[in-house]
């Protein structure tokens, strides 16, 4: 991790869970990261953790909807004009919302495409063009999948989650494919785990808490550190190695 430290990267859905621990982890190895979520309070308690902790590195939170082109565009102006650019994007953010194919809220769908998708597909074609401008040829572009984006499980509430999730699966590939013929070194991966003990389960399951915690009582699950930690492990890779897809479950789940 040394040849990164210094340099910037952007996580996406930095306030808690999952994005909470890559963010700590790449401050600690002395890296400039930008944190950005809707909640921008839970960004500043993380940055003031940071600085107690002595980390090397800095934190700096941005608030940011990324179902709005206007505010992610708006973002990227801003770490161009503060830090020049971006060497590492890391897409984590992401929800799950119980619609079923049958009866689901178009809504529901909507809101899953515009965070799972298109929002990714955004801060991905500008992380590219802020490494292209800046003539950056090592940087990486990391999403952060699911079990999700590889087997469809007998649970309509996942459903059209799921498509979301397969659709990262292709658009990582569709990425690597498209750095390849432009002839760069830019790398792109995917890390696709499955249950993870975050807030996730409780925000889908959020009028039936009791299911969710159900669910994680009933393995031992992954930590978001873990997560956090084959982040680490990828952008620890030799220059010459594509990982393309770590895929990571609790020893005992099933599927």
Known sequence: MDRWKGRVALVTGASVGIGAAIVKSLVQHGMKVVGCARNLEQIEKLAAECVSSGFSGTLFPYKCDLTVEDEVLSMFSWIKVQHQGIDVCINNAGLALPEPLLSGKTSGWKNMMYVNVFGLSLC????????????????????????????????????????????????????????????????????????????????????????????????????????????????????????????????????
């Not at 699966?169 to 760069?184: I, M, P, V």
């Not at 003990?197 to 009028?207: D, G, N, P, V």
């Not at 010459?240 to 599927?255: F, N, S």
């Open 124 to 255: 991905s074609r500008e992380a590219y063009q802020s490494m292209k401008e800046r003539y950056i040829d090592d940087g990486h572009i990391i999403n952060i999948n699911s079990t999700s984006g590889h087997r469809v499980v007998n649970n309509a509430d996942v459903h059209f989650y799921a498509a979301s999730k397969y659709a990262v699966t292709a658009l990582t590939e569709g990425l690597r494919q498209e750095l390849r013929k432009a002839r760069t070194h830019i790398r792109a991966t995917c890390i696709s785990p499955g249950f993870v003990e975050t807030e996730f389960a409780y925000r889908l399951y959020s009028q039936n808490p009791e299911k969710a915690e159900a669910a994680y009582k009933s393995i031992k699950c992954l930590q978001a550190d873990d997560i956090a930690n084959a982040v680490v492990y990828v952008l620890s890779a030799p220059p010459h190695v594509q990982i393309g897809d770590i895929l990571m479950r609790p020893v005992e789940q099933l599927t």
